[in-house]
């Protein structure tokens, strides 16, 4: 069954450095997402990803963040000057279209820490 | 007013049992609507998805919306240890795909 594959797994960084957390949607997907879940806390929308364009973004989402889709499978997210409260799970999800299919599908995470 | 809202338990039930679990909204324009289960530090895996108002059954899951009332629920039925996660509910219909998601209930059925 095809699933949404995420790396790395955990991921440390440093206060100020730039992390880039890599994602392979379901290869039929056309639509992209990034979400994060701080630890005991709800998940929250950040990105959402189409042709090339972000669609809609969150106010989370603000200048130090950016998405990218490089090649024809890879969808990344960059975090340019991490800051210790950027800690927190962050999931790629996927869906075929954005106005029908709606059922996204979630990788597995990137557990991200800031010290 | 948080836009979906969800009882975070804890709910502790006997193997068996018919789990009932809720969520509300306030956004009338949310169209669509999802369960996903999610294990600890695992990414959320989807269960159901509903489409506007009704009922939708697969194996032990039954989804329920009903958008006058603005209510969604999740029926797990002969509920089983490996049910135990946290079961999200998410709402979406507003822009490209954007889901917003309940706080989650936490699950623990035991033998």
């Known amino acids: 069954e095809p699933e949404v594959t995420q790396t790395p797994s955990h991921q440390v960084t440093q206060m100020g450095q730039e992390v880039i957390l890599r994602c392979v949607p379901i290869?039929?997907?056309?639509?992209f997402y990034w979400y994060r879940q701080i630890l005991g806390q709800k998940v929250e929308f950040l990105v959402s990803?189409?042709?090339?364009?972000?669609?809609?973004k969150s106010e989370i989402f603000d200048d130090q963040f950016s998405v990218e889709r490089p090649d024809g499978s890879n969808f990344t997210l960059k975090i340019r000057s991490t800051k210790l409260e950027d800690s927190a799970m962050y999931f790629c999800?996927?869906?075929?279209?954005?106005?029908?299919?709606?059922?996204?599908?979630f990788g597995p995470g990137t557990r991200l820490t800031v010290t | 007013q948080k836009e979906v809202e969800q009882d975070p338990g804890p709910l502790s039930v006997p193997e068996g049992a018919i789990v009932s679990l809720n969520c509300t909204y306030s956004?009338?324009?949310?169209?669509?609507f999802m369960w996903y289960r999610q294990y600890s530090r695992k990414g959320p895996e989807l269960l159901m998805y509903?489409?506007?108002?009704g009922n939708k059954e697969d194996g032990r899951f039954t989804a329920q919306v009903d958008k006058s009332s603005k209510y969604i629920s999740l029926f797990i039925r002969d509920s089983q240890p490996s049910d135990s996660a946290t079961y999200l509910c998410?709402?979406?219909?507003?822009?490209?795909?954007?889901?917003?998601f309940g706080q989650g209930t936490i699950l623990t059925v035991h033998p």
């Open positions: 999800a996927s869906s075929i279209t954005g106005t029908g299919g709606y059922e996204q599908y």
């Open positions: 290869s039929n997907h056309l639509y």
């Open positions: 990803f189409y042709n090339n364009e972000i669609s809609e």
């Open positions: 956004n009338s324009a949310f169209q669509y």
């Open positions: 509903t489409y506007s108002s």
């Open positions: 998410g709402a979406g219909g507003t822009s490209y795909g954007k889901l917003t």
